[in-house]
């Protein structure tokens, strides 16, 4: 058993019984808007049971684009609205119901303050009667993103401006909003930062959620960044998170367990959540794929049950400019328990969802198929139907994941047996994998074959299977069909079974696998069958580390003059570490360059055809 720890195709496989809800019916929409573009930005449930919006509007008000709040009852019917602004454009991004049953509307203007665009934050009384108004900034433009009333009163508001690159900027307020610190957020170097979202945590400590741009071997990469500061507004620390280097972080949140979930999209094919707690250690991390299109996530919130709900907007297709709806719901550790995808005739966009206190959920947005005018403000309520569809996976153990290796592509057979009490949908690897899991005690425990079972009570389902390839670019899914085989041939992939009742998708379950091909050098000699550059070890590292790399057997000749080099984060050469002929085998070298500052460094493996780049990150 000791020689399954040199494979190196490595499945990833967690699972966990589970209960699957139906996809919510929708309970009412409403549309409120005129001739012109109208965009409901931020919706929140009121303490009465009604709805609150805050909107951009250029169909009413005082000229250009005004802030509209609209007071609605439990059916979505307004009570009263409000227009707040001058004759520039002032425009919303997010409302909060305030302690004293007002509201506190946070937006950027150019109607008032200092010049160009200024964070504003407008308070009103419970019946949307403006108490005062306050704008920050200076003649250079800055654009609020988000802001939230701390749990003692007063306020943070985050968002950037321009200034040669985009630099970001919290301000806290007390009640009044006057300035008690601000703070400034800058990247060294070339580098842009867009602060997106900002949360006050259970510590009391702030996070501020940011979109870090910089320059990246002749392009441009983007990556999460995440600032914590004292209640003074004092730099605790910061840290990001990189996927495939076009990583955009929209929302941070507080979550019903006391820790934070990050939200956001990669590439903006993908949703990416990961949940961390506020002493700065990642619990979880998840990607979710879409159905069969691209989609960016919008906003997130923690729900009662602890899970969550995800408002994002789809794609139709590279070449449409058309854009659909989709509301998705999570569990606790972050998988998808269901999905709902709102389709209109153009664009649709949903830019705000709130739980409700009926356990359904409100999402605000725009929608220019309904309505008065061009784009109007799109209300839509949504009822959460109890469970009725029980999905588990096996084998069940204590840990989470179930690895899985192969010495090459390989085919996967899957079967459906059904009985009156239950299905199940087995899925068996061929002939070239190897499936084990690690128990409680750390014993690696082979298993033949996994499966689903779906139990109901009416015996009506019918079923899909999807795999998903998630090489780079994704490819669209494959649809494969029971009692056939799938050839297995990516680097990674997600295997999706769908669950329909009328020819309609009603629950669905998703696995997400990843693999590297080849094996490395066991102790019996054994040679690698294919390239591989590993992560450098300890990562972050001070003052050296070391690197390990794979080179195969029969390779071309040209193939066997290999390169290692480190480059800085502007593409500079810092150093060669290899630069000769290697026979096939397993390497591993030092980088030790004390006089190196701490930062970003990467490190790119060159044989032949062969290109691969790693990121390590040196701390002094």
Known sequence: MSALKYLSCILLLFFSPRIYSQIPDTVWTKTFGGPLSDVGVSVKQTNDGGFIVAATTSSFGAG????????????????????????????????????????????????????????????????????????????LNEVATEGKQMTEGGYLITGYFYDQRYKSIVLKLNNQGEIIWEKLLVMPGSADLWANSVEQATNNNYFIGCTWGHDYFGGYAYEWYMFQLSEDGDSLFSTYYFNVGADFLDAIRNTTDGNLILGGS????????????????????????????????????????????ISAIIQVSNNNPLRDIVLLKTDADGFVEWEKRIIGNEIEDALSVYPTNDD??????????VGAGDFDIWLLKFKNNPPDVNINFFPQVDTAWIFGGCTGPDLITHNLVSTPERDSITIEPGPNSVLFYYDSTGNMIPVDKYYFIVEDSLNQYDYELWFQPKSWPPFDPVLIPFDSVFYFQQNSFEMKLVVKQNSVAIDSLSQFFSAEWGLSVDDNGEIPIAFALYQNYPNPFNPSTRIKFEIPDQVRNDSRLVTLKVFDVLGNEIATLVNEEKQPGTYEVEFDESELPSGIYFYQLHAGSFVETKKMILIK
């Open 360 to 369: 359904g959920f409100v999402l605000s947005g725009k929608t220019n198929s």
């Open 266 to 309: 990669t590439a903006y094919e993908y949703i990416w959540l990961r949940k961390r707690n506020p002493n700065g250690g990642t619990i979880w991390s998840r990607i979710i794929s879409v159905s069969v299109a691209d989609v960016s996530l919008s906003d997130i919130q923690p729900t009662p049950d602890n899970g969550y709900i």
């Open 64 to 139: 250009g684009q005004d802030i509209w709040l609209i007071k609605t009852d439990e059916n979505g019917d307004t009570l009263w609205t409000k227009t707040f602004g001058g004759t520039g454009n002032d425009r919303a991004s997010n409302v909060q119901q305030t302690n004293d049953n007002g509201y506190a509307i946070f937006g950027t203007t150019n109607s008032y303050g200092n010049g160009g665009d200024d964070f504003l934050l407008w308070k009103t009384d419970s019946l949307g009667n403006t108490e005062w108004f306050k704008t920050y900034g200076t003649s």
